[in-house]
């Protein structure tokens, strides 16, 4: 085997910052997603969602950063271009959502997609001893699994 400057296989990592870059354009639809949602809520709940998907978004922006930086981290080149993003992702694309309830399932529906990658990627980077991402995956797990259930709540239904 041969290993890079972290101690880890590079062929193993090379694989691992594929679906890394996966991640990351999935993570730039469903961030846009929100962003959308965010600018164009209407209804009486306008006031508790907008602020709501403003932390998301936050969240998301903030993951999205983590994400390119760790692709760099591992000797590889983020995403960087919408072509790229959308001939990627997977999650779906949200297109003039003013609805609470249609927003509320949009993030649902993304989050159980990038939630899918991502335990993808715990097991590869487990499998490739790549602590860093592996630690990344469980962080994301982790928040996103609390947001479904959250979202779930408001839906009141359960996991």
């Known amino acids: 085997m041969t290993y890079n400057s972290l101690g880890l296989d590079i062929f193993k990592t090379k694989d691992l910052t594929n679906d890394l870059n996966d991640l990351l354009a999935n993570f730039q639809i469903y961030y846009q ?6 600018w164009n809520i209407k209804g009486k709940r306008f006031f ?3 602020v709501k998907f403003e932390e998301l978004y936050t969240e998301a922006n903030i993951n999205v950063d983590d994400i390119a930086e760790r692709i760099l981290t591992l000797g590889e080149t983020p995403f960087h271009t919408f072509e790229d993003y959308i001939s990627r992702a997977k999650v779906p694309v949200g297109k003039n ?3 609470d309830e249609k927003a509320m399932r949009l993030i649902v529906d993304s989050l159980t997609v990038l939630l899918k990658i991502e335990r993808s990627l715990l097991e590869k980077s487990d499998d490739a001893n790549d602590e860093g991402t ?3 995956m469980s962080d994301f797990i ?3 699994e609390k947001t479904i259930w959250m979202m779930k709540a408001w839906f009141n239904e359960s996991i």
């Not at 997603?33 to 965010?38: A, D, S, T, V």
Request: aromatic share 0%.
């Open 33 to 38: 997603n929100l962003r959308g949602i965010h």
């Open 48 to 50: 508790d969602l907008h």
């Open 97 to 99: 959502i003013s609805q």
């Open 134 to 136: 592996n630690a990344m």
């Open 142 to 144: 982790t928040a996103q």
